[in-house]
């Protein structure tokens, strides 16, 4: 028998099988839009000189993006949160060649931290590309780079600072610095690029008005991460009879100039910024002790909460080798994401304006200010001395680690602003 | 000013003769081989690592015997089974050739060792203040490492100049087929002479890691002056690599100590800027700021002025 209408028959088929395909492709792309992961750049040193601080800083960050979201379902019902490591070998150089690639691959948010040599370009490269490409913007998020002037002359609506700058954290160890009367010659030595520049100033001025009987005997720079032995700058600070110094080295160049004050049998205090963890303490270990002092955020021993101390404990059973070396990282990505939930998507400039006056409450349990007006945070800063009495959470599991001595309340770190911060307009 | 001056001098000799250390190797390579090995200073840091690996289950001294064989051994491997075969590609293809394999050792240093710094110590026995002098200590070690690089030094002369085998490695450096000829076997003469020159590289390491940190960096921190050290010196010539390694440790090391620069020299020839002028940077530059440059500004002099280095016989 002959169908009576053998092409309307066909038709009929090719138009189910036709409406089938339609209707899987769709089913298809809804299901990949629900699990597509929200990607996040992470662009800081992962070789070269510096790539030890680079690396256990995507640790903590992976660590936390898994730990608090994706294994709890992850965010914006049920994507989750993927870190894409972007290796800007910590040159400004490297780090746009990263940016186009960033671009390039669609990323929309990206953390950076070290050097603010580094974190200034990368705000030209974001303010720059935001500017000519609207509805394409990116997010810079700098857990680290503590230049002031990031959030001041230079501060973009597309940056924000989850660390205190250089000048409150220098306000708050020259306060602490201020009530040691042994002290009255003070030598600041530093890595000659612009951070170095800010600790050499900031320390000078804080001190002079704070202290005006201490003298200043030494203010050297040096070239950042060129230095093979610090024995000749150590040998001129003993000459200087300095009995404290300030620095705000880190990685190599931190390690060997504590060893080279150390070696050189010099007993004075080091006031610095990054003196811990990534082999540091490890390094220096007895030599260290009640010698290092730091100033930072979210105090490592004693912590405060059961929930940071539990958070600590699995990071340790994860990463026996590491430390959370920058708690911050967690409460960055944790801001970032209370943002995402309360716009219901990634867009940067939704997420910006949700995180410009953000309080959250941290993993310490602190409530810490994003300001709105230069997007710099405000959180509790602590002055820890290198130790090994009373040390729960240790560093480089070498029995060595930082305890609180001195604590500042995150409203009296508040500190004015210069920016005038140009605002894009949607 | 006098301590700065005695300590200053001290501290430059060991920097320099620990770069000779480095120097000697490297120079001597390249006179018999004809290609800057770019690899050289990665040896030094396996040293340093080796050595730290050893230390921690046989003590610092077994290490600093071990680790320096097992560089060397590394390196002639690297040389009899790769260097070798490149070799018959010229030049370039060798120069390319350690240049990949620096990026490795890096590399595979990190995956082994990881990227943190290494809780590298000074023995026991040398923990100990050598002198005190003016109310800076000067550590034994220190003394310890002069001591050895001087001794590697009298040695390596002592062989080169007065041993049958120097004088072998001499003419094979002159004239390799005439010394293949008279029956000598100039490829394994190339073997031995880059073992060791990578065994000294690796006893640098050794004998700077606890003092200069033990880190995936220290490589990239030292290999570029040695290179200059070379080119200053002279490439292929011993003494000269003495006489720049030492020049290049007390040039950096005076630099350091001295208080002088722009300020100081605008003031002898009487000018004056005011504080925003344009290039303000480099009215107030001083000299330990610029210290670490000081050897490059060097090379590039004594390229323009002397192009075949201090004691250079190559005629290029």
Known sequence: ?426 | MPEVLVFATLNGLVTGLLLFMLASGLTVIFSMMGVLNFAHASFYMLGAYFAYSISLYFGYWTGLILAPLIVGVLGALVERYGLRRVHQHGHVAELVFTFGLAFLIEEAVQFFWGQDTKNYQTPDLLDFPLFTLFGQEFSAYRGFMLAISIGIFIGLYQVLTRSRVGLIIQAAISHPHMVANLGHNVPLIFTAVFGIGTALAGLAGVIAGPVLTTFPGMALVLGSIVFVIVVIGGLGSLPGALIASLLIGLLQSYAIAANVGMPELLELLGLEFPRSHPLDDLWTLNLAQIAPILPFLLLVLVLIFRPTGLMGKREQ
């Not at chain 1, 994401?337 to 867009?347: H, K, S």
């Not at chain 1, 240790?394 to 001595?405: H, I, M, P, Q, V």
């Open chain 1, 1 to 426: 028998m002959v169908h009576p209408f053998p092409l309307a028959r066909a038709c009929s088929r090719l138009l189910s099988i036709f409406l089938i395909i339609l209707a899987a492709s769709f089913s298809v792309q809804a299901r990949a839009q629900e699990r597509e992961p929200v990607r996040i750049g992470f662009m800081d040193p992962l070789s070269g000189p510096f790539a030890s601080i680079g690396s256990s800083g995507l640790t903590v960050l992976e660590f936390t993006a898994d730990y608090l979201f994706n294994s709890r379902g992850g965010i914006l019902g049920g994507r989750m949160i993927e870190i894409v490591p972007l290796d800007n070998m910590q040159s400004p150089t490297e780090t746009q060649i990263q940016f186009r690639r960033a671009v390039s691959e669609g990323l929309r948010i990206i953390f950076q931290g070290n050097s603010s040599a580094v974190a200034n370009a990368l705000n030209t490269a974001v303010t720059r590309h935001n500017r000519r490409n609207p509805g394409q913007e990116i997010l810079q998020l700098n857990y680290s780079a503590v230049d002031p002037i990031l959030t001041e002359e230079n501060c973009s609506f597309w940056h924000f600072r989850f660390d205190a700058h250089a000048v409150m954290k220098l306000n708050v160890l020259t306060d602490f610095i201020a009530r040691n009367e042994d002290i009255q010659r003070m030598y600041i030595i530093g890595q000659d690029y612009s951070f170095g520049h800010v600790v050499a100033e900031t320390s000078e001025r804080l001190l002079r008005e704070k202290r005006p009987d201490i003298e200043i005997v030494g203010n050297e720079f040096h070239p950042i991460g060129q230095v093979k032995d610090f024995t000749p700058y150590v040998t001129k600070i003993v000459a200087s009879n300095a009995d404290a110094v300030i620095t705000g080295n880190f990685g190599a160049d931190m390690v060997s100039l504590a060893r080279s004050i150390i070696d050189s049998g010099l007993d004075i205090p080091i006031y610095t910024f990054y003196a811990a963890y990534d082999g540091i303490t490890a390094t220096l270990g007895a030599d260290g002790k009640n010698r290092i002092r730091l100033v930072h955020n979210d105090s490592a021993n004693p912590i405060p909460t059961g929930e940071r101390k539990q958070f600590y404990r699995d990071f340790k059973t994860a990463h026996p080798d590491r430390d959370v070396t920058q708690p911050r990282l967690a409460m960055a990505l944790s801001m970032l994401v209370q943002a995402m939930e309360q716009t219901g998507g990634t867009d940067p400039y939704e997420l910006a304006l949700a995180l410009e006056d953000m309080r959250f409450t941290t993993l310490s349990g602190e409530e810490v200010w994003m300001r709105g007006s230069d997007h710099q945070i405000f959180q509790d800063l602590h002055v820890s001395v290198m130790t090994d009495e009373n040390i729960e959470f240790d560093a480089d599991n070498s029995g060595f680690g930082l305890y609180t001595e001195h604590f500042v309340p995150a409203e009296q770190t508040v500190m004015e602003t210069s920016c005038e911060m140009r605002r894009p307009q949607r």
